[in-house]
Protein backbone atom coordinates (compact mmCIF):
# COMPACT_ATOMS: atom_id res chain seq x y z
CA UNK A 1 0.00 0.00 0.00
CA UNK A 2 1.07 3.41 -0.93
CA UNK A 3 -1.03 6.25 -1.17
CA UNK A 4 -3.91 5.28 1.36
CA UNK A 5 -5.46 2.20 -0.68
CA UNK A 6 -5.28 -1.19 1.03
CA UNK A 7 -3.34 -4.05 -0.38
CA UNK A 8 -5.33 -7.50 -1.14
CA UNK A 9 -5.16 -10.81 -0.22
CA UNK A 10 -7.22 -13.61 -1.97
CA UNK A 11 -8.25 -16.62 0.33
CA UNK A 12 -10.61 -18.85 0.08
CA UNK A 13 -11.69 -17.62 -3.17
CA UNK A 14 -12.52 -14.67 -1.73
CA UNK A 15 -10.94 -10.94 -2.63
CA UNK A 16 -10.05 -9.58 1.12
CA UNK A 17 -8.80 -5.97 1.77
CA UNK A 18 -5.41 -6.05 4.59
CA UNK A 19 -6.60 -3.80 7.39
CA UNK A 20 -3.54 -3.60 9.35
CA UNK A 21 0.12 -6.06 10.42
CA UNK A 22 1.21 -7.07 13.51
CA UNK A 23 4.69 -6.25 12.37
CA UNK A 24 5.95 -3.99 9.36
CA UNK A 25 4.89 -4.39 6.53
CA UNK A 26 4.65 -7.54 3.99
CA UNK A 27 6.05 -5.55 0.51
CA UNK A 28 7.44 -2.24 -0.69
CA UNK A 29 8.78 -1.85 -3.99
CA UNK A 30 11.37 0.47 -3.29
CA UNK A 31 13.04 -2.17 -0.22
CA UNK A 32 12.77 -5.34 -1.61
CA UNK A 33 14.94 -7.07 -3.48
CA UNK A 34 12.86 -7.95 -6.27
CA UNK A 35 12.43 -4.72 -7.51
CA UNK A 36 14.36 -2.01 -5.68
CA UNK A 37 17.00 -1.92 -8.52
CA UNK A 38 14.41 -0.54 -10.78
CA UNK A 39 12.25 1.69 -9.09
CA UNK A 40 13.17 4.65 -6.86
CA UNK A 41 11.44 7.75 -5.06
CA UNK A 42 11.65 9.92 -8.44
CA UNK A 43 10.17 7.32 -10.75
CA UNK A 44 7.57 5.05 -8.10
CA UNK A 45 4.13 7.41 -6.90
CA UNK A 46 2.40 4.05 -5.94
CA UNK A 47 1.80 0.48 -5.70
CA UNK A 48 -0.47 -2.07 -5.36
CA UNK A 49 0.24 -5.48 -4.13
CA UNK A 50 -1.82 -8.56 -4.10
CA UNK A 51 -0.90 -11.20 -1.80
CA UNK A 52 -2.02 -15.14 -1.70
CA UNK A 53 -1.22 -18.63 0.01
CA UNK A 54 0.46 -21.09 -2.54
CA UNK A 55 1.03 -24.66 -1.06
CA UNK A 56 0.94 -23.31 2.75
CA UNK A 57 3.90 -20.57 1.69
CA UNK A 58 2.71 -16.66 0.99
CA UNK A 59 3.25 -15.18 -1.80
CA UNK A 60 3.44 -11.47 -3.74
CA UNK A 61 0.77 -13.15 -6.41
CA UNK A 62 0.51 -9.80 -8.66
CA UNK A 63 1.78 -6.42 -8.40
CA UNK A 64 0.31 -2.88 -9.57
CA UNK A 65 3.58 -0.25 -10.30
CA UNK A 66 2.51 3.83 -11.39
CA UNK A 67 5.92 4.43 -13.00
CA UNK A 68 7.14 7.79 -14.31
CA UNK A 69 10.30 8.92 -16.03
CA UNK A 70 12.67 10.33 -13.53
CA UNK A 71 12.84 13.60 -16.09
CA UNK A 72 9.29 13.68 -16.74
CA UNK A 73 7.09 13.06 -13.73
CA UNK A 74 3.59 12.64 -15.89
CA UNK A 75 4.66 10.30 -18.63
CA UNK A 76 4.06 6.74 -17.85
CA UNK A 77 7.41 4.70 -17.63
CA UNK A 78 7.02 1.07 -18.86
CA UNK A 79 8.43 -1.03 -15.77
CA UNK A 80 11.13 -3.77 -16.36
CA UNK A 81 11.34 -7.60 -16.16
CA UNK A 82 10.52 -8.88 -12.96
CA UNK A 83 10.91 -12.93 -12.66
CA UNK A 84 10.98 -13.22 -16.16
CA UNK A 85 7.43 -11.58 -16.37
CA UNK A 86 7.35 -8.22 -18.22
CA UNK A 87 4.18 -5.90 -17.28
CA UNK A 88 0.99 -5.04 -18.84
CA UNK A 89 2.33 -1.84 -19.77
CA UNK A 90 -0.12 0.95 -20.34
CA UNK A 91 0.04 4.62 -20.64
CA UNK A 92 -3.04 5.58 -21.48
CA UNK A 93 -4.54 4.91 -17.68
CA UNK A 94 -7.82 2.79 -18.28
CA UNK A 95 -5.75 0.95 -15.79
CA UNK A 96 -4.88 2.18 -12.29
CA UNK A 97 -1.57 1.33 -12.42
CA UNK A 98 0.24 1.56 -15.76
CA UNK A 99 2.75 -1.64 -15.08
CA UNK A 100 0.19 -4.85 -14.07
CA UNK A 101 2.67 -7.75 -13.07
CA UNK A 102 0.48 -10.86 -13.30
CA UNK A 103 1.93 -14.29 -11.87
CA UNK A 104 4.78 -13.30 -10.06
CA UNK A 105 4.88 -15.99 -7.37
CA UNK A 106 7.58 -14.44 -5.16
CA UNK A 107 7.90 -16.15 -1.73
CA UNK A 108 7.74 -13.82 1.39
CA UNK A 109 9.23 -14.48 4.66
CA UNK A 110 7.48 -12.54 6.92
CA UNK A 111 6.53 -13.14 10.63
CA UNK A 112 3.35 -12.17 11.95
CA UNK A 113 0.02 -11.44 11.64
CA UNK A 114 -2.59 -9.74 9.11
CA UNK A 115 -5.81 -8.77 9.89
CA UNK A 116 -8.46 -9.04 6.71
CA UNK A 117 -11.77 -8.20 5.81
CA UNK A 118 -14.03 -8.44 3.24
CA UNK A 119 -17.66 -8.63 2.73
CA UNK A 120 -18.60 -5.03 2.91
CA UNK A 121 -22.12 -4.61 4.22
CA UNK A 122 -22.68 -0.68 3.06
CA UNK A 123 -25.24 0.31 5.73
CA UNK A 124 -24.25 3.61 6.62
CA UNK A 125 -21.88 6.03 5.45
CA UNK A 126 -17.78 5.52 5.86
CA UNK A 127 -15.39 2.23 5.02
CA UNK A 128 -14.37 1.17 8.72
CA UNK A 129 -13.65 -1.85 9.89
CA UNK A 130 -16.79 -2.44 11.66
CA UNK A 131 -18.52 -2.04 8.31
CA UNK A 132 -17.41 -5.91 6.72
CA UNK A 133 -19.01 -9.11 7.98
CA UNK A 134 -16.09 -11.40 7.48
CA UNK A 135 -13.14 -10.65 9.15
CA UNK A 136 -9.91 -12.83 9.85
CA UNK A 137 -6.41 -13.20 11.65
CA UNK A 138 -3.81 -14.88 9.53
CA UNK A 139 -0.52 -15.88 11.46
CA UNK A 140 3.08 -16.56 9.21
CA UNK A 141 6.38 -17.60 10.88
CA UNK A 142 8.97 -16.98 8.35
CA UNK A 143 6.26 -16.96 5.19
CA UNK A 144 4.80 -20.07 6.53
CA UNK A 145 1.43 -20.34 7.26
CA UNK A 146 0.40 -21.24 10.40
CA UNK A 147 -3.15 -20.41 11.78
CA UNK A 148 -6.22 -18.75 11.00
CA UNK A 149 -8.58 -17.13 13.70
CA UNK A 150 -12.22 -16.18 12.23
CA UNK A 151 -13.12 -12.77 14.12
CA UNK A 152 -16.76 -12.31 12.50
CA UNK A 153 -18.59 -13.29 15.21
CA UNK A 154 -16.98 -10.66 17.47
CA UNK A 155 -17.01 -8.09 14.72
CA UNK A 156 -20.43 -8.80 14.81
CA UNK A 157 -20.66 -8.22 18.60
CA UNK A 158 -19.20 -5.21 17.67
CA UNK A 159 -21.20 -3.88 14.77
CA UNK A 160 -24.09 -4.25 16.70
CA UNK A 161 -23.19 -1.84 19.54
CA UNK A 162 -21.83 0.53 17.02
CA UNK A 163 -25.08 0.65 15.32
CA UNK A 164 -26.59 0.97 18.85
CA UNK A 165 -23.84 4.18 19.77
CA UNK A 166 -25.07 6.18 16.73
CA UNK A 167 -28.52 5.97 17.66
CA UNK A 168 -27.45 7.74 21.37
CA UNK A 169 -27.56 10.98 22.51
CA UNK A 170 -24.41 12.78 22.49
CA UNK A 171 -24.46 12.47 26.33
CA UNK A 172 -25.41 9.28 26.00
CA UNK A 173 -22.46 7.72 24.65
CA UNK A 174 -19.42 7.89 26.56
CA UNK A 175 -20.46 4.65 28.21
CA UNK A 176 -21.34 2.59 25.65
CA UNK A 177 -18.49 4.00 23.55
CA UNK A 178 -15.70 2.66 26.54
CA UNK A 179 -17.83 -0.46 26.24
CA UNK A 180 -17.18 -1.04 22.32
CA UNK A 181 -13.62 -0.17 22.84
CA UNK A 182 -13.08 -2.31 25.45
CA UNK A 183 -14.03 -5.25 23.00
CA UNK A 184 -11.87 -4.43 20.41
CA UNK A 185 -8.88 -4.40 22.82
CA UNK A 186 -10.32 -8.01 24.44
CA UNK A 187 -10.57 -9.04 20.86
CA UNK A 188 -7.58 -7.56 18.58
CA UNK A 189 -4.89 -6.69 21.52
CA UNK A 190 -1.72 -6.77 21.95
CA UNK A 191 -1.34 -8.56 18.34
CA UNK A 192 -2.26 -5.21 16.49
CA UNK A 193 -1.11 -2.59 19.12
CA UNK A 194 -3.15 0.56 17.03
CA UNK A 195 -6.26 -1.08 16.43
CA UNK A 196 -8.20 1.15 18.37
CA UNK A 197 -7.39 3.84 15.65
CA UNK A 198 -9.55 1.65 13.22
CA UNK A 199 -12.47 3.17 15.38
CA UNK A 200 -11.99 6.59 15.57
CA UNK A 201 -13.83 8.78 15.82
CA UNK A 202 -17.17 6.48 16.20
Excluded at 49 to 78: C, F, M, Q, V, W
Excluded at 154 to 161: H, T, V, Y
Amino acid sequence: MCCGHPDLFYYQNTEFLIVTYSSGQLFNPLYSDLTSDHVSTETLSDFLAIYTIRSNRLILADLGLELSERTHPYKSKPGPMIRGIFPEFDDMQSFYFNNLYCGLKYPLHYTGNLLLAARYSGNYAGNALWEYKRVIELTFEHGIFALEIDRSQQMEAIRELVLEYKKQDDEDKQCLRQKIMEMVAATFEPTFEHIQTLFNPL
